[in-house]
């Protein structure tokens, strides 16, 4: 499924950790590989996940220039994200008896970078790589809508350096 989705599969790698500190330990040392996503998915625990966790693995990706996705199944509590999505899955529009593009509802919950409380009805396309805006009938694709390319660092790493 995931070479749908445009991942190479030679460059995928797995690790299933034994606890969630252990998870956020990988994750956290994948963040500081060049050109990396990591996906660090966290499962509900008796131990909530806490602030100080994000933050790393924030501060790691801003350093290292990568990108970090922490999917939470967990009742999500503080995080130093930069945004904060609800994602479900959305009915395909497939033809009669058929499976569909892969579709999802995209609510943006928090966003520090600009307005928040947005709403996505998105289809994958599987030949050019992209989601689209199912809602407005736009056949335009969101790219640097939903996630923006990286410029030369985070907006705030000067007066965050110069402050010290």
């Known amino acids: 499924g995931l070479a749908q989705f445009g991942v190479q599969l030679k460059q995928l790698l797995m690790v299933r950790a034994n606890s969630q500190m252990d998870a956020l ?13 990591a ?81 996505f009805n998105l289809q994958w396309d599987i030949h050019s790589h992209a989601f689209r805006d199912r809602q407005s009938g736009c056949d335009a694709t969101m790219d640097g809508v939903v996630a923006p390319a990286f410029a030369d660092g985070p907006a705030d790493a000067g007066e965050r350096d110069a402050a010290g």
């Open 39 to 119: 996906l660090c998915a966290i499962s509900p625990s008796k131990k909530p996940l806490h602030l100080t966790a994000t933050r790393r693995l924030l501060l790691t990706a801003e350093k290292h220039k990568t990108r970090c996705i922490l999917l939470r199944l967990d009742c999500a509590g503080a995080s130093a994200a930069w945004s904060r999505w609800n994602i479900s899955a959305a009915p395909s529009e497939g033809m009669d008896r058929e499976l569909g593009a892969p579709s999802f509802n995209a609510h943006l919950v928090r966003s520090r970078a600009g307005p928040s409380g947005l709403h």
């Open 25 to 37: 330990w990988a994750t956290e040392q994948a963040l500081t590989t060049p050109e990396t996503t």
